[in-house]
């Protein structure tokens, strides 16, 4: 049985669900970024406030019906974000999220590994037409994480799975390989992110397939490879907030470029700027010459390698 998380009184959604009275009910969405940002959106045709709290009236949602089960299976539904009518003015259409549009926005990966929470307010339908309906009480009804995002320029359908998914995890979680299990920058590396991270300006337009352009990085500084597997993120210009992972970066005197795996969403112009960050390929070398960290190093370089002796 579902516990109430707000009532109006002591024991009044109770009452409210056990009378006769016909039942409204709406979807509340709280998405909370792995940033720290929250989004909080109403499910119905209004704001909605209840106990200090606001839900905006956000984008169009509908959600699938929710599977839950006894025991231990991983439970899910799709939440469906589409683009809102139009026959709304332009002002409440352009919706964004840190000045990205948001179906494009979520398309580049943004609500990637944020957390749901969903609840649902109910009052009786009579109230429902009421400018922010008289709430009786609210029942939270999911709880989890968007773990696949797919769709289209009209439409995306988020993947959300329970908490249970994080137990298909590997066991035993220590394994012996010569490639270090940490991820860089993480509690267990603690090699600080904001230290090796610094800014720069693209001195060229990027190529054709926006993967591709010259950087203003010291190559006495920052030699060839430095950032690679790193990420790049614009601060400034059409891309701005944008971030790849960087494939390739060379300096030299021939020229200086970063050539990312997949294209920016829009061009690259001289002048924009951007923020970069070396990458790790996991190695002892890497990690000794590059961040100076090996005593934090917990691959197993020199274990011998799975042989068969005939």
Not at 23 to 44: K, S
Request: hydrophobic share 35%; charged share 20%; aromatic share 8%.
């Amino acid at each position: 049985m579902r516990t109430p998380s707000w009532e109006k009184t002591p024991g009044a959604l109770t009452e409210l669900l056990n009378s006769k009275t016909e039942l409204g009910c709406i979807d509340l969405y709280t998405f909370t970024l792995p940033g720290g940002q929250v989004l909080r959106w109403a499910g119905g045709d209004q704001d909605v406030t209840v106990n200090g709290t606001t839900w905006t009236l956000g984008p169009g949602l509908t959600r699938s019906r929710m599977r839950l089960s006894v025991g231990i299976e991983v439970d899910g539904m799709d939440v469906t974000v589409f683009e809102l009518p139009a026959d709304l003015d332009e002002e409440e259409r352009a919706m964004q999220i840190n000045g990205t549009p948001l179906l494009a926005y979520i398309a580049r990966g943004g609500l990637e590994h944020a957390r749901l929470e969903l609840q649902r307010a109910f009052l009786p339908e009579a109230d429902m037409a009421q400018l922010n309906p008289p709430v009786v009480g609210i029942l939270v009804w999911f709880t989890g994480r968007v773990a696949t995002t797919k769709g289209d320029r009209t439409q995306q359908v988020l993947g959300i799975k329970s908490d249970t998914e994080q137990l298909d995890v590997m066991v035993p979680a220590e394994v012996y390989q010569p490639g270090c299990p940490n991820t860089l920058y993480d509690a267990a590396c603690g090699v600080s992110r904001d230290a090796k991270t610094v800014s720069s300006v693209a001195n060229t337009a990027g190529d054709a397939t926006r993967t591709r352009f010259g950087h203003g990085l010291a190559a006495n500084l920052y030699a060839s490879g430095y950032f690679d597997l790193g990420v790049v993120r614009f601060l400034t210009g059409p891309n701005a907030g944008q971030g790849r992972t960087v494939k390739r970066h060379t300096a030299g005197a021939g020229g200086s470029e970063l050539v990312v795996l997949q294209p920016f969403p829009f061009p690259i112009a001289p002048g924009d700027s951007f923020a970069i960050y070396p990458g790790c390929d996991k190695t002892q070398s890497t990690c000794t010459k590059k961040f100076n960290n090996v005593i934090r190093f917990r691959g197993k370089p020199y274990v011998p390698a799975a042989e068969t002796v005939m």
